[in-house]
């Protein structure tokens, strides 16, 4: 069994923590109390000293007493907070704390003795009414640990029990049933308030351990997601390594000579490669940016070219449609990692582009002073507001319960959204079913120049012609199937496995 699964360590601990705390709060509410009960002392020793009713050096020696109890005090505090002493030291200090109540509860006992009448009513009401109020006002002082309060409170009052008992004054017997009524609910009061006071600590305490134990537990949710993502993204690229070969010899395949039934079976081939390969790309992609191993990194993109660029890609499959699918031209930059904001860009065009019927794809940018806007408008079929969250979720597709590839595999979406936040990239959208959708990324605004992108290669006639290619590939199927692909083309071809093997 662990330790922490063991009861005993964990009472004991938490004890420990709850007298800690009733500790610290006798000594942050304990400067205001003794300070207001010494004023209140000293003004009632004075006062029955100046009317005669108390002798003189009598009153010196109690208000001597209790300001020294609250010198004491206030002392030990100073010491105390002076100190910080850890948790399992509460003994100690709460011990001086509770011997300095009750001798301090015994200079109010000697207050009653000497300063109450059993003669004078007045007199005994006015010392009455003082040490009641004391003792009253000091259950939020001394309360949080109740035998300090019950050290100090009934020797105070007490005395006053007994005077009245004996007093000749009329009603007498009600005084001392009242001040047995006040000694007795008194403790009751204040063993609700210390006990209210613990509930409320081990409330916390709970609460605490909870929201660490929920730490941990996110911790190791964590740590075991990038552990899936680490293996699901080395799995996809191990896995992609034959796919890619299979479809190199697929291409080397087209090149032979076979009939028209043949040719369908490797068109039908190619098409599920080409499935498998976008798969694997696409889980690739939220492997690596679930596991945390994608860095931005961020320059000036002229956003114009960029989507000028995207909309001639998917103009082809837009014409076929018969979408119209239309840029507006945008001479701004933004400051962003160009390949993640293509990713996103592309992704949105692409489904715009898939899931309209009839009408248009519009792509366009919206400027302020420090954003730039890129929305891209489409009049497609539009998602209802209960689906606005689960079309960022994985395999998650509007209209495609029957898991149709040609429709998309569901992960565009997915990826967006983590791209998004990747490059602190507002993302939204507003839909609205049969009247399209809008989805709009935005991008801090660069006034810096875009580096110039590097051209695209142009085959022209110098890739028709023949000669020797050298690969390197160290999946020793890849280096086959590209040695077929291109001796089909009539190239000769040296394949190796590293640099030196090929030298």
Not at 7 to 16: I, K, S, Y
Not at 26 to 46: Q, W
Not at 299 to 322: M, P
Request: hydrophobic share 50%.
């Amino acid at each position: 069994m662990n330790a922490e699964d063991d009861p005993a360590p964990n009472v004991a601990r938490r004890l420990d923590q709850i007298r800690t705390e009733q500790t610290r709060a006798l000594f942050r509410n304990c400067p205001v109390g003794v300070i207001s009960a010494s004023v209140v002392a000293t003004a009632l020793a004075v006062g029955l000293a100046s009317a005669a009713r108390l002798q003189g050096a009598r009153a010196e020696i109690w208000s001597a007493t209790i300001i020294g109890c609250a010198v004491a005090h206030i002392s030990l505090c100073n010491l105390y907070w002076r100190a910080q002493p850890p948790d399992r030291a509460w003994r100690g200090w709460l011990g001086m704390f509770t011997v300095i109540a009750g001798l301090e509860g015994l200079g109010w006992c000697a207050g009653a003795v000497w300063m109450g009448s059993t003669h004078d009513l007045t007199q005994e009401l006015m010392v009455l009414l003082v040490a009641s109020a004391v003792t009253s006002g000091c259950v939020s002082v001394f309360g949080p640990f109740l035998p300090t309060y019950l050290l100090f409170m009934v020797p105070a009052i007490a005395p006053h029990v007994a005077i009245a008992l004996n007093a000749d004054y009329p009603y007498h017997n009600l005084l001392a049933g009242l001040e047995i009524a006040y000694l007795a609910l008194m403790p009751l009061i204040a063993r609700g308030f210390s006990r209210q006071f613990v509930e409320g600590l081990r409330l916390r305490f709970e609460n605490e351990d909870l929201a660490r134990d929920l730490r941990r537990q996110k911790e190791l949710a964590e740590q075991a997601n990038r552990a899936k993502s680490s293996f699901l993204a080395a799995a996809s690229h191990d896995l992609r390594q034959p796919v890619h070969a299979l479809g190199l010899f697929i291409g080397a395949l087209r090149a032979r000579a076979m009939d028209d039934e043949a040719r369908l079976l490797v068109d039908h081939i190619d098409g599920s490669v080409t499935a498998m390969d976008g798969l694997f790309a696409a889980l690739l992609d939220i492997s690596k940016l679930d596991a945390g191993v994608v860095t931005p990194q961020n320059e000036a993109v002229a956003i114009g070219g960029l989507l000028k660029r995207l909309c001639a890609d998917h103009a082809e499959e837009a014409a076929l449609k018969g979408v119209a699918l239309r840029v507006v031209d945008c001479s701004a930059s933004v400051f962003s990692d160009p390949f993640l904001l293509e990713r996103i860009i592309r992704n949105i065009i692409s489904n715009a582009v898939r899931y309209t019927d009839t009408g248009r794809v519009l792509i366009g940018c919206r400027r302020t002073a420090e954003v730039i806007s890129i929305d891209v408008w489409d009049t497609g079929r539009g998602i209802a507001e209960d689906q606005n969250a689960l079309i960022f979720q994985e395999f998650y597709q509007v209209g495609n319960p029957e898991r149709d590839r040609s429709k998309g595999l569901g992960l565009g979406l997915a990826i967006v959204q983590r791209m998004s936040t990747l490059i602190d990239g507002r993302l939204m959208f507003r839909s609205r079913p049969g009247y399209g959708s809008m989805f709009r990324v935005q991008a801090p605004r660069c006034a810096d120049e875009p580096k110039l992108a590097v051209a695209d290669f142009a085959l022209g006639a110098a890739a028709t012609r023949c000669g020797t290619v050298l690969i390197i590939d160290d999946e020793l199927a890849i280096q086959e199937a590209m040695t077929r692909l291109l001796s089909s083309w009539g190239h000769g071809v040296i394949a190796a496995g590293s640099l030196d093997e090929l030298m």
